[in-house]
């Protein structure tokens, strides 16, 4: 294990996932589609990940399924959480899209309980409860103006598509969880990406456009950080445990903030900084709390299993 560099490759995907977002922002904010996004965030990051997968000598093995039906469901999941985040950012400011986006993890555990048959205890349930109640500080601005009746104006809107998006990112994490089992890493992420390519497709009906070069560029660029962050997000579980690099996702909040005030012109507002800040701190309770009970299940197993 090598913790230092599992924590460089770690920062170094969440850094670039945020500049991907920017882009895509950039780009959706002149028009393109956002399904038109996806495609180009997903088909791109294929080469990569294929010459990847080519220099660790896992090309054969690491395209292999053993459950066509699983890959495909993770892929419908994957695909509709990306397109929300990607229609939310032409609609919100980037680090309100990144703070609400950490809805994920903790619907994430409600889910385990609800499918998987996980036990959801009062440590875990109460990081829960503390992390929607920053959620709710961050949707403040949003639930006045659901009061007032302007549900159509494009925060609110944006504000539901994220917290929708998260859902499915949620329902995505599930999946993975059952694929682990018996996917290898590499299909995983190289069949999420045809999948999601495939799928983005079907938007091709409702109105894509002819990306002009700034657009172009600005697509190509986001699919191909998109497949390098992905494959450096791979990396870093390699090299260090994922109790100790997992934290380093809320870093993105750092980043978005920087990115959205020097490039959009977007300053944070103090709901958001402390309804993030709630969020953030009930993620963190409850990914420690996830690594402790998974050493406990590993070590269960392990007695089980018959010695010698």
């Excluded at 990051?45 to 699983?70: D, Y």
């Excluded at 699919?223 to 109790?243: K, M």
């Excluded at 590993?298 to 299993?305: E, H, L, M, P």
């Amino acid at each position: 294990m090598h913790p230092l560099k599992g924590i460089f490759l770690k920062l170094a995907s969440v850094a670039l996932f945020v500049v991907m977002a920017a882009m895509v922002k950039a780009a959706v904010a002149h028009d393109v589609p956002p399904g038109e996004a996806v495609f180009f965030r997903s088909a791109l990051a294929i080469p990569v990940i294929l010459v990847w997968l080519r220099v660790r000598g896992e090309f054969s093995t690491g395209l292999r399924m053993a459950s066509p039906g699983a890959h495909l469901l993770r892929g419908l999941f994957g695909t509709a959480a990306m397109g929300m985040f990607f229609a939310a950012l032409g609609l919100l400011p980037l680090p309100e899209v990144t703070a609400l986006g950490y809805t994920a993890p903790l619907l994430t555990v409600i889910f385990a309980a609800l499918f998987l048959g996980e036990r959801l205890r009062l440590f875990r349930l109460g990081a829960v409860v503390v992390g929607f109640a920053g959620v709710l500080i961050m949707l403040s601005p949003r639930i006045g103006a659901f009061d007032a009746g302007a549900l159509g104006t494009g925060a609110t809107l944006g504000a539901g598509l994220v917290l929708l998006g998260a859902t499915f990112r949620a329902l995505a994490q599930i999946a993975i969880r059952h694929m682990v089992a018996t996917e290898g890493t590499g299909a995983i992420v190289f069949w999420f990406s045809v999948t999601s390519a495939v799928l983005s497709l079907l938007t091709l009906p409702f109105g894509w456009v002819v990306p002009t070069g700034n657009e172009l560029w600005l697509l190509v660029g986001a699919g191909l950080l998109g497949g390098v962050a992905q494959i450096f997000l791979t990396s870093a579980y390699r090299f260090a445990h994922a109790s100790v690099v997992a934290p380093f996702d809320y870093a993105s909040m750092l980043v978005s903030i920087a990115i959205g005030y020097a490039v959009f012109d977007e300053a944070p507002t103090w709901p958001m900084l402390g309804g993030a800040a709630l969020v953030i701190a009930a993620g963190i309770v409850i990914m420690w709390r996830e690594n402790r009970l998974g050493m406990a299940r590993d070590r269960a197993r392990a007695a089980r299993t018959p010695q010698g």
